[in-house]
T-cell receptor, first 111, second 110 residues
Framework: DGGITQSPKYLFRKEGQNVTLSCEQN?????MYWYRQDPGQGLRLIYY???????QKGDIAEGYSVSREKKESFPLTVTSAQKNPTAFYLC??????????FGSGTQLSVL | QKEVEQDPGPLSVPEGAIVSLNCTYS??????FMWYRQYSRKGPELLMY????GNKEDGRFTAQVDKSSKYISLFIRDSQPSDSATYLC??????????FGAGTTVTVRA
């Protein structure tokens, strides 16, 4: 089955720690995205990539980093510089911006 | 001011009622208008998308776009408890910028 796989489903971060969220897709889509979702605030774009080895900052990139070494993979690292990381993180991919396919999300919490 | 405004609700209706959801926007460059459905702690899934103004129907769902008023709507007829979810509107501009509304939480009571 084609789709997007995010892991882990739940993640806990300690003070000063970097954590990495995984996102893999087998839809052969060029574009991939990372969104952060907080209650009542909808989806906010962190980073996006339209092609391998290239990515752009979204609206809230500070404290996050990404890589795009393979078409199928777009991992997100939440660094210690992100002081309020608790949120639901969603990865998506698409052929066109009108049709995003989302993963099932990762809930990140701070210990 | 946000580019896309959506009332977060919550909205509670009895089973069988019509659910009416809407968004307003300020960017006249938006060309594509989408509705996503998101169940609790899951990723959103695309319900419908329309290009420019007009209506589009898919089963119990109808999407309407009025570009002159910068207003879009989603109607759900004969609502079911399984329709209980958060509904997000989204829009794409002619330079392919994507913007989401905050989402409206809907509960359909059996």
């Amino acid at each position: 089955d084609g789709g997007i796989t995010q892991s882990p489903k739940y993640l806990f971060r300690k003070e000063g720690q970097n954590v990495t969220l995984s996102c893999e897709q087998n839809l052969n889509h060029d574009a991939m995205y990372w969104y952060r979702q907080d209650p009542g605030q909808g989806l906010r774009l962190i980073y996006y990539s339209q092609i391998v080895n290239d990515f752009q900052k979204g609206d809230i990139a500070e404290g996050y980093s990404v890589s795009r070494e393979k078409k199928e993979s777009f991992p997100l690292t939440v660094t210690s510089a992100q002081k309020n990381p608790t949120a639901f993180y969603l990865c998506a991919s698409s052929e066109t911006p009108q049709k995003l396919f989302f993963g099932s999300g990762t809930q990140l919490s701070v210990l | 001011q946000k580019e896309v405004e959506q009332d977060p609700g919550p909205l509670s209706v009895p089973e069988g009622a019509i659910v009416s959801l809407n968004c307003t926007y300020s960017n006249s460059a938006f060309q594509y208008f989408m509705w996503y459905r998101q169940y609790s702690r899951k990723g959103p899934e695309l319900l419908m998308y329309t290009y420019s103004s007009g209506n589009k129907e898919d089963g119990r769902f109808t999407a309407q776009v009025d570009k002159s008023s910068k207003y879009i709507s989603l109607f759900i007829r004969d609502s079911q408890p399984s329709d209980s979810a958060t509904y997000l509107c989204a829009m794409v501009s002619n330079d392919y910028k994507l913007s989401f509304g905050a989402g409206t939480t809907v509960t359909v009571r059996a």
